[in-house]
């Protein structure tokens, strides 16, 4: 992860990501999920 503020200044600035890197790629952000897949608790899935 790269960040745009110093988390050791301030914790809220670890939402300040900037890019994410995995395996030597840019990982395109947009692209990825934004409504949870799984549940915290088994009995929320309806298994």
Known sequence: ???DGDPL??????R???DVIKD???IDRG???TERLLADD???AGW
């Open 24 to 26: 030597g790629i840019i």
């Open 9 to 14: 200044a301030a914790p809220e600035n670890y």
């Open 42 to 44: 088994p009995g929320e």
């Open 16 to 18: 300040k990501i900037r």
């Open 1 to 3: 992860m790269i960040l």
């Open 31 to 33: 692209s990825l999920a």
